[in-house]
């Protein structure tokens, strides 16, 4: 904690002066009886506490709880130009609010909760969001682990905070190109932000290519590879949804000449059985960005294997000369673990590869802490 871990688990506390109610503040005393920290309790959850503020003792009044989303809020200051509408604007523990994920569509914020414990300051944040940041519109969304706790609390997933009964689809532009966010239904708050880099370094390398994107979802990444000049792409999901959206992403971006130019096609398949079926290279460029293989400890080594099995399959399908992007976005698996799985994976395919660099987090979605690091991309490039 003094380091700055924003966690306590249950089974680290030795003492409790009271039974906690989750939401509560509690405050953690060290052996010395001296102020450690304060967070917000949670009864239900292995992680009883989630640190707000260590160091000092303070009190987290309105005063504290303003200057803590302002202070949030000014580390995005010079970020993002007009031409990008949508981004992170609250990255949970990283920016001291833990479990708390607040993201920006254009004129719509989607605050998303990933812990009972804000459910009883609901109130209190859409009316801080509302003072300082004036949206047009609020959306609520909960994590898995949080809505049962939610319909007991009377709040639900999915639902407008203010006003009500908006749509499920918000436009917004992304270093220029428009996308829709699916905010009511959608993954985590509706689009995967967290690749918005990736996607950018994508699109400059795509001019000319004939483009494969593994786990498409809604075509982020096909859309820059389509204006940065891509001769074909392919989408390969397993959602008819996904795939249906990401149309709706070219078409709605027809207006700029390469998009309209390149040829989109779609193929609705399991990714995993698709790769393991008959294979000729016949692409410039493949993005691999599958969904979290490892959604708990446990499943990391299977999750290595997936990656080991998905990197081979792709760099068969990969001309001589391609490039693949393979990202992971498990928490579980480390970026070193993840990026010896997928140098191996390539080693033992019979063609030359050059390493051309690695990324991790972008500048909207920090990683404070070892758990909090989840994402993590690897660029390489087959010998010609
Ligand atoms: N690369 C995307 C995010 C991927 S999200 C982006 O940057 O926007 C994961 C996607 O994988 C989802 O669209 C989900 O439908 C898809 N998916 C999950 N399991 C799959 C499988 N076995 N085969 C193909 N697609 C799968």
Redesign the pocket.
């Known amino acids: 904690m003094r380091s700055g871990h924003p966690w306590v688990y249950a089974d680290s506390i030795r003492d409790q002066h009271r039974e906690g109610v989750t939401g509560d503040l509690a405050v953690v005393f060290d052996r010395q009886d001296r102020f450690l920290a304060i967070g917000l309790y949670d009864a239900e959850s292995p992680i009883r506490l989630r640190i707000l503020h260590a160091g000092p003792p303070v009190a987290l009044d309105e005063a504290w709880w303003i200057r803590h989303l302002r202070g949030t809020l000014a580390r995005r200051d010079g970020l993002f130009g007009p031409d990008t509408t949508g981004h992170r604007w609250i990255h949970g523990e990283s920016d001291g609010w833990p479990g708390l994920v607040l993201d920006r569509y254009d004129g719509t914020l989607v605050l998303k909760l990933y812990s009972a414990a804000w459910l009883p300051r609901i109130p209190e944040l859409a009316a801080r969001l509302r003072e300082i940041l004036n949206p047009g519109r609020l959306v609520l969304r909960l994590s898995r682990n949080c809505r049962e706790a939610g319909t007991r609390a009377g709040v639900t997933d999915g639902a407008d905070l203010w006003p009500a009964d908006g749509a499920e689809r918000v436009p917004f532009l992304e270093n220029g190109l428009t996308f829709e966010a699916e905010v009511l239904r959608g ?1 985590k708050t509706g ?2 932000l967290d ?1 918005r880099d ?2 950018r370094r994508l699109g400059e390398m795509a001019a000319g290519a004939r483009v494969l ?9 096909s859309v820059y590879a389509a204006h940065g000049g891509a001769r074909s792409v392919t989408d ?4 008819a949804h ?1 795939i249906e959206q990401a149309r709706r992403h070219f078409r709605l971006n027809r207006h700029l000449p390469a998009v309209a130019q390149a040829r989109h096609e779609a193929i609705q ?6 790769l393991a079926g008959p294979a000729t290279p016949a692409f410039d460029l493949i ?1 691999l ?3 979290s293989l490892a959604r708990r400890e446990s499943e990391r080594d299977d999750a290595l294997k997936a990656y080991d099995h998905l990197v081979r399959g792709a760099v068969r399908r990969l001309l001589p000369g391609g490039r693949l992007l393979a ?1 992971s ?1 498990s928490a579980h698996v480390t970026a070193a673990e993840f990026f010896e799985t997928v140098r191996n994976a390539i080693r033992r395919s019979a063609r030359g590869f050059r390493e051309l660099g690695t990324t991790g987090h972008p500048p909207d979605h920090p990683s404070g802490f070892a758990e909090a690091a989840y994402l993590k991309a690897l660029y390489i490039e087959s010998a010609a």
């Not at 994107?213 to 990444?221: A, I, K, Q, V």
């Not at 390969?236 to 959602?239: C, N, T, V």
């Not at 398949?269 to 698709?274: G, I, N, Q, R, S």
């Open positions: 993954q689009f995967f690749q990736n996607r994107n593994l786990f498409s979802y809604t075509g982020g990444f390969l999901d397993i959602s996904a398949a399991d990714a995993f059985e698709w993005i960005d599958p969904p990202a976005c």
